[in-house]
């Protein structure tokens, strides 16, 4: 069946250029949720978006970072003026509506490779 | 603070069980999860345990928690080859995001 979709799977960009990464949710799934997985650190949280509630953006590291989530489906993140720190891998994971017995359990994509030169 | 703890590093031979332990400092976790990750593949959502339990098993996965020393391990019986991944222990904090322990990296020698 048809999973979380993550693209590009690697970019490649230059320090100080924007860069966009996409995700695709399973289809149903109410919450999207963004992770950032960097060399030798453990996953961490960025943002969440649940239906139309406004989204938690609490994780997220500067104001360079953003994200959207158009028609409660596909996802964007967006890093402006990338630095090389932000060189990471990037989740994104979804899950059924928070009120419904699988609320609990997130399923990821397999993550777009950043690197920043 | 939150915080969720597990060694880096585990080596067992195959058909051996592996246990690979995780701690946590929040009490009011709610849910505990145990991810895989195989080598350049994302995150597969193994098993995970409601924070009334203790206990928790599928097939060769069993679950153990200790609600009391914040204590939560993963067994693996007969471990295979195929196992090999790196395993995340993750709490959640509330209904809207994880806390996520560093990883175990698990090597099965054959």
């Known amino acids: 069946g048809a999973g979380v979709s993550q693209s590009p799977s690697n970019k490649v960009t230059e320090k100080g250029k924007d860069v ?9 799934h109410t919450a999207l949720y963004w992770y950032r997985q960097s060399l030798g650190q453990g996953l961490e949280f960025l943002i969440y978006f649940q239906g139309n509630s406004a989204p938690d953006k609490s994780g997220l ?23 090389q720190e932000d060189s990471a891998v990037y989740l994104c994971a979804s899950s ?10 997130q399923y990821f994509g397999p993550g777009t490779r950043l690197t920043v030169t | 603070g939150e915080d969720v703890e ?25 849910y505990l999860y145990w991810y895989k990750q ?15 339990m203790d ?21 693996i019986a007969d471990t295979q080859t195929g196992d090999s991944a790196i395993y995340f222990c ?4 509330n209904n809207r995001k994880l806390i996520w322990g560093l990883g175990t990296s698990l090597a099965v020698n054959p």
């Open chain 1, 20 to 28: 966009e990464l996409r995700c695709d949710p399973i289809s149903g």
């Open chain 2, 55 to 75: 206990m928790k098993q599928d097939q060769r996965l069993t679950v153990l928690l200790n609600k009391k020393d914040k204590h939560l391990s993963l067994r």
């Open chain 2, 38 to 52: 195989e080598p350049g593949a994302g995150l597969q959502l193994l098993t995970y345990i409601f924070s009334n």
């Open chain 2, 6 to 30: 597990q060694s880096l590093f585990l080596s067992v031979r195959e058909g051996d069980s592996s246990v690979i332990n995780c701690t946590y400092t929040d009490s009011s976790s709610t």
């Open chain 2, 90 to 93: 993750a709490e959640r904090m």
């Open chain 1, 61 to 83: 590291p500067s104001d360079r970072f953003s994200a959207e989530r158009t028609g409660g489906s596909v996802s964007t993140l967006t890093i402006q003026r990338t630095q």
């Open chain 1, 96 to 105: 059924l509506d928070p009120t419904g017995s699988k609320r609990y359990e």
